[in-house]
């Protein structure tokens, strides 16, 4: 891509604008606009643009808003290839962390095994709940299963059990509803050993039973019976004229059809079942039984006693259902079982890979604590799971002074972290999202958004090396907006870009513009070259008042004062005065005339100021807001003179003019409170301004021309 065209229209508070950026000779632009121009609106545009949601004005929404972001051939910009970076964004690490480092393809297999085991799992176990009549949210069939065999993980078990389930039969104890038999008080009781003599004898008394069953056996019981029974009969056994011979007491005895054998096995069921001895011994175990809680535990076992062989041993028994389950689900088991082993060498694999790719990881942090000037260092603790698990990232914190350092809570450490330290930890997020891109190849249109905001000057610095690094990278097409002037001038000189990708935003009336910045280097060499200019005249004044200071050349330093202050002789200094004052400190100026020489200073700046106000363009240079500047102090000072109406007290005034007239005011009480709140505003808004020291400008070009002329009006309007 090589240009990128703009074409909005009532997107928020952009009502129009039209730009076309050229890419092919730079990678990056910065953007200065005053607050409440542009910068959210332009960024917000384009974040909808990324999110694929439509932009609108949300305060005029009758609007037909119009989003036009395209490339050189007239192709929409797509989605992916724009990321955002707002002022602040606390929210923002919680979008990307699974993202940050894995390769996208790896962690998209990961998702998917995790996802096919995690189907096969459900599918299962929404059986063996059902089997099992653990329904509950504390225990479910997962978590007892693996209390149980005390393995770690499903698939572990699953591996562990695979040939006594593959090589097992069906078995009667799939048809036992577990929780009937193991629950809080069952359990309780079983392990208690209360009934553990009853049960033994019972046992005895049922293998004596067995041992003299014409049919039966320890290790041949009805169920065992039954099944072959339904084996033969479903494969045609007896309707191919077959028979079985059962060996008996009395000889052999040749049962020649299903339901002659099913009845002969029943018949032995309940000759064992319905023993007097038998009963009686589950009487005695009944007697044990007589807790309101345990009678449920009590009727089941009195319908279903073919359980109490088994609770001799009960934490075998425990194993035996949920072994007798599975096989009852084999084909489930063995899908599970499948896509486990399946899915497996893939999670392997993205495991591994995510462990290769931790040093960038921490190659990121590392830079960033190697830039930043904040009181900790940070490391991120559980890499592999953000990476693969899509967990928050969990940063350690360890502060550090002049005596020593030492490991802080995050939850600890957010009440104490300053605003800018909260952003410190935004901006590593950030720089996560974009080394990621760098490192996936991805051309990016970066539109950053007064990223700066609430850092130091060093921290300043720091951002803009890595913006630096950024544009220089060749994966990024950057737009840097600001209303701070200072860090656009040096995005503009640490970047080294060009003078047509330094760019003011402007109004006319609702359209907006993007024009190449005038003044690029020092604004003075080109107003001391045209002091014949009034406007250059009028605001190099400050400027050759700072001069006279520094030169200590007192009578100039007043002379001039008096044209940025009300004095005595405000009223009566000529151009030809400051013609003379501007040849005595400016040595290569000894040739300058300001015609005419006898109008007064006072009258051109009053005339200049107005000329300022009454301009429909929303931009002003530099010299046109100096110069309503200083018409604004001066017109608000001969207010305060005249209502406080002390020549004395006024004469006696140094330092700080402005201030101490604005405090005698409200002590007198002469204004009323629209007065003084416009005086305040004067006080707030001119000093630095006009005081133009080695910062320079950044204060008044901070400043949007919309308030000065406000202020002007509202200055001019005072009594």
Same mark, same amino acid.
Request: charged share 30%.
């Given at each position: ?8 229209? &009532? ?75 707002? $002022? ?62 005390? &393995? ?156 109490? $062989? ?212 020092? $604004? ?126 006024? &004469? ?66 005072? $009594?």
């Amino acid at each position: 891509m090589m240009k990128l065209t703009v074409d909005l229209k &009532n997107c928020y508070g952009i009502n129009e604008l039209v730009h076309e950026f050229d890419f092919s000779t730079t990678r990056s632009y910065a953007i200065y606009a005053p607050n409440g121009f542009m910068k959210t609106s332009f960024s917000k545009t384009f974040n909808d643009l990324a999110k694929g949601t439509e932009t609108k004005d949300l305060i005029f929404t009758e609007r037909v808003s119009n989003r036009i972001i395209q490339d050189d051939t007239g192709k929409d910009i797509a989605a992916e290839s724009i990321f955002v970076v707002e $002022p602040y964004n606390a929210d923002f690490s919680s979008e990307k962390t699974s993202l940050l480092l894995v390769n996208s393809d790896v962690k998209e297999k990961y998702d998917n095994s995790l996802k096919d085991i995690s189907d096969k799992q459900s599918i299962l176990f929404s059986k063996l709940k059902q089997l099992s009549g653990l329904t509950g949210r504390n225990v479910t069939p997962e978590s007892e299963i693996l209390k149980i065999f005390g &393995n770690k993980t499903l698939g572990e078990l699953m591996e562990s059990l695979e040939e006594e389930i593959k090589s097992g039969n069906e078995s009667e104890l799939s048809s036992i509803v577990y929780v009937e038999i193991f629950n809080d008080k069952t359990v309780g009781l079983l392990e208690s050993g209360t009934i553990k003599e009853q049960i033994e004898d019972y046992i005895n008394k049922y293998n004596e039973l067995i041992s003299k069953s014409d049919v039966l056996s320890k290790h041949f019981n009805h169920y065992s019976a039954s099944t072959i029974n339904k084996q033969l009969k479903d494969n045609g056994f007896f309707e191919a004229k077959h028979t079985v011979n059962l060996r008996t007491k009395d000889g052999m005895k040749e049962i020649s059809s299903a339901d002659e054998l099913a009845e002969k096995i029943e018949d032995e069921r309940k000759k064992i079942l319905t023993d007097k001895d038998l009963s009686s011994r589950f009487d005695a175990i009944d007697k044990k039984i007589q807790n309101t809680d345990l009678r449920r535990f009590r009727d089941y076992l009195f319908d279903n006693q073919k359980i109490l $062989p088994h609770l001799k041993d009960f934490r075998q028994l425990q194993k035996k259902l949920w072994v007798s389950y599975l096989i009852d689900q084999k084909e489930l088991y063995n899908q599970f079982l499948v896509a486990y082993r399946t899915n497996k060498i893939t999670i392997e694999e993205a495991i591994e890979q995510a462990k290769s790719e931790r040093t960038e990881w921490e190659e990121v942090v590392e830079a960033f604590n190697r830039r930043f000037t904040v009181p900790f260092k940070m490391s991120v603790s559980n890499q592999d799971d953000v990476i693969l698990k899509g967990l928050q990232p969990s940063i350690s914190f360890k502060f550090y002074d002049d005596d020593g350092e030492g490991d802080v809570q995050k939850d600890s450490l957010l009440t104490v972290l300053s605003q800018g330290e909260r952003r410190a930890l935004y901006i590593l997020n950030i720089l996560f999202e974009i080394e990621t891109r760098r490192k996936q190849g991805i051309t990016t249109i970066l539109v950053i958004d007064d990223i700066a905001d609430s850092f130091d000057y060093k921290n300043k610095y720091a951002i803009i090396e890595y913006l630096k690094d950024i544009a220089s990278s060749g994966s990024f097409l950057c737009l840097f907006l600001t209303h701070n002037f200072d860090f656009y001038r040096c995005i503009g000189g640490r970047l080294g870009l060009k003078r047509e990708c330094k760019l003011h935003a402007s109004k006319i009336g609702r359209k907006l513009k993007l024009t190449q910045e005038k003044y690029q280097k020092n $604004p003075f060499n080109h107003w001391k070259q045209n002091l014949t200019t009034s406007k250059f005249c009028i605001s190099a004044i400050p400027f050759v008042r700072n001069l006279a200071e520094y030169c200590g050349l007192e009578s100039e330093f007043l002379k001039l004062t008096s044209l940025l202050h009300i004095k005595a002789d405000t009223d009566t200094i000529t151009l030809d005065e400051l013609c003379s004052i501007y040849k005595k400190i400016l040595s290569d100026k000894q040739q300058l005339t300001l015609p005419p020489p006898e109008k007064l200073v006072i009258d051109l700046i009053n005339e200049e100021a107005e000329l300022v106000f009454q301009t429909q363009e929303e931009v002003v240079e530099l010299e046109g807001k100096i110069v309503l500047s200083i018409a604004i102090r001066l017109v608000a000072e001969r207010h305060m003179i005249r209502a406080i109406n002390n020549e004395a007290f006024t &004469n006696s005034i140094t330092e700080n003019q402005t201030i101490k007239l604005l405090q005698k005011y409200k002590e007198l009480g002469v204004g009323d409170e629209l007065s003084i709140s416009t005086l305040e505003q004067v006080n707030l808004m001119t000093p630095e301004n006009i005081h133009l020291n080695s910062f320079m400008y950044e204060p008044i070009l901070d400043l949007g021309i919309t308030h000065l002329k406000n202020l002007y009006s509202d200055v001019k309007q005072l $009594p």
